[in-house]
């Protein structure tokens, strides 16, 4: 009976130091000698194969806009009942993810299928409370550069504003910190570096590229040239 | 007597310890709504260091319990 009890007692004793032992590694080990690399790119999400990050061709109108995470601030104003200032971990912690695969087509003949991870624009506007009569919302970026999309086309689908794309954080070539993804859109409406959301009741207001001739709508189904 | 106290606190501590462990998890992996149902205590950041710290303590006194648990042991 004694032998048993003291058996068990070593066991405990010994299995309690291993535990401890491994644990004082553990935490010995954070923040020293281990360094974090960049997730790998994921190329098939659900059977379906995705282009590469590298497969984009840079095609923004001052080059790749470096912003710094810490210091970075998304407004939402316009229309709006409340106005809103998010930090990047603001936006990141306060809104639900969604992810999903959207097929970029550039108007200069190339397409990406890439698998999107982000905040939806309209839990943005929601919170900020769109007011009546508004019918269009405009988006900046750090560039300068502007395009608009109708708030029926932002409420009626999941407009994600993406962080990640095949599971990488974006990198500053592809719009880091939040770059929209317009689904059904051209790729001149996908904004890149976005740092202000407005909405409006402007639904003549025309971007970079729109006021220089291509299409307000912007859709798929129909050229991009013009004044539709 | 004494063991049945101990018993009883090694089983109230693993308990506390598993929901913490799971309440900490799904703060990685669901922030918005673990931060909205703990009234914005429990971030992100939060719950990943409290899940990475809490696998010693967690390991440890779940080795107590079944060893005060166990039959072969008590007699």
Known sequence: ?228 | MVRFTYRKLVSRTLLALTLLFVISGFGITEPWLVRSLTLGLLDKALSQQIHFLLWGPFLIVLVLHLYYSCGVFRR
């Open chain 1, 1 to 228: 009976m004694h032998s048993g009890r003291r058996t068990g007692q070593i066991i405990l004793i010994l299995l309690i130091g291993a535990i401890a032992v491994l644990y004082a590694l553990d935490l010995a080990g954070d923040g020293q000698g281990v360094r974090e690399l960049a997730p790998a790119e994921v190329r098939e999400y659900q059977g379906e194969q995705l282009s590469s990050i590298t497969d984009f061709r840079e095609n923004s109108i001052r080059g790749p806009q470096h912003v710094n995470a810490s210091t970075y601030t998304l407004t939402v104003d316009g229309l709006v009942e409340n106005r809103e200032d998010y930090s990047y971990d603001a936006l990141m912690e306060r809104f639900p993810h969604y992810r999903k695969v959207v097929t970029l087509y550039c108007v200069e003949g190339w397409d990406v299928t890439i698998l999107w991870e982000g905040i939806r624009v309209k839990d943005l506007l929601q919170e900020a409370g769109v007011k009546p009569g508004a019918n269009t919302v405009i988006f900046y970026a750090e560039d300068g550069y502007s395009s608009s999309l109708p708030l029926a086309y932002i409420e009626d689908r999941d407009i994600l504003l993406a962080y990640a794309m095949n599971n990488v954080t974006l990198p500053a070539e592809r719009g880091f910190p939040f770059q929209l993804v317009a689904e059904d859109r051209w790729g001149y409406k996908w904004v890149k570096w976005v740092t202000r959301i407005e909405v409006s009741d402007d639904e003549n207001y025309r971007g970079y590229w729109e006021s220089r001739g291509y299409a307000n709508n912007g859709s798929l189904d129909r050229s991009f040239f013009g004044q539709g």
